[in-house]
Structures are given as C-alpha cells and as structure tokens.
C-alpha cells in the first residue's frame, strides 16, 4: 500500500520536476507507484526504487528525496503487516546499517510534519528544531551540528525569498542541509502557499526543478 500523502508527494515532486526542469517525470508517476504500493520487503524496494532512477539519469537529484519518501510509506504503511515490535528487531538494525548513507534531512522533516498532524499543531521552524530536533540539548549535539546553518538564519523566516536564495547559495558545500535550505526555509514561511506565492519561490529558486519538488512533497505533509 502506498501512504496517501506519500502518493500525493510524489505526484506533486514529479509534476513540479516536469514544470520546471524541462523533463517529462511525470511520466513515471505509475512505475514509482508500483515500486512504494508493492508487497516486497523494503531492501527490495529499494533495488526496484533504484532501478527507476538508474534508468533515468535525468531525475538523478530526486533519488535520495524518494529514498526518504520510500521510508515514510514504510513505517505509515508497510509496519502495519509486521510483528508490532519490528523497529526494534535485528532484522531491522540491519536493514538500517545497510542503508545509514541513503536519504536526506527530508526524512526527520515528514516525520516531523506527520507529528504536527497527529497533535493538531501547526509547523513551525522554532518548534522543529527545538522541540522535534531537541538541538538545544547536550545529547543531540549531532542534529545541532547538521542545522547549525539553520539556527544561524532562522531570521530568514520574515525575509523576502530572494534574501533565502542569497543565503542558501553561501550555504558550505558539504552542508547536509545546502540542497533542503531553500526549499526547507520556503515551506516554513508560509505551509499555506497560495499560487502567485509558490511562483515568487519558484521565481527566486537555487535549484528550480529540485527546489519545487521539495517544497511540493512538504506541503504534501503538511
């Protein structure tokens, strides 16, 4: 089964990559579709996951956004036929091993969204890093580490999107939140994006095709 969020994220990732990148992925919307609703176990998933991208070298930037994708539709949908405890069984320490270099920062914001859901609270950056993220505390020095470029602009949540775009650029290189800044400080302005202002993001993008794609996946969440 397929998460309906999950469905209407990657729906919107793919039509906004075909609207500004130039690339039909939209067309591919039914083979990602049979590879997150299949029955087959998640290391599976993310062989058949894997082949779609390696056969389309275009949507290459998208892969680990989807691996996080294909990880939420894992634990909203896929746990549900498993033993209650398996998150905490060998089996799955293992799977976790095998995959600690996939996905993004994307995944602990959707886990994040899903929370916001689930207590009926809006999302908000603050709250994100400081309640969800606990980067103020001791023991979580790693996720300080990783958003430290965040903490350091949180102002930027009352500044034009074209001040976003100046500082996403000057964002290191080996940042593990560089590619997610833009689109990530976007999707907390404003959850609520009306057109005119998804244009004005889209206008100001670092990464047009990528940067809309993951902001249509956020406010998929929301």
Partial sequence: MTDPKVRSAITGALNAFTQYGGFDAAALTAKFEAVFSSDDDFLTKVDSLDAVFDDQPQLEELREV??????INFFSEDVKKLEDDYLETPEWEDIEEQTLDRGTELLNLLLYLNECEDENIDPELEDYLKEF????????QDEYRIYEP????QVLIESPVSE??????????????????????????NPEVSAEEKRVIADNAVNKPFDMAVLEILLSFK
């Fill in 150 to 153: 965040v903490i350091a602009h």
């Fill in 66 to 71: 989807f691996f996080d994708l294909l990880m």
């Fill in 164 to 189: 976003v775009n100046k500082v996403a650029k000057t964002i290191p290189e080996d940042s593990e939140v560089k590619e997610l800044f833009y689109p990530m400080i976007c999707f907390f302005q």
């Fill in 133 to 140: 993220l606990l980067v103020d505390e001791d023991e979580f």
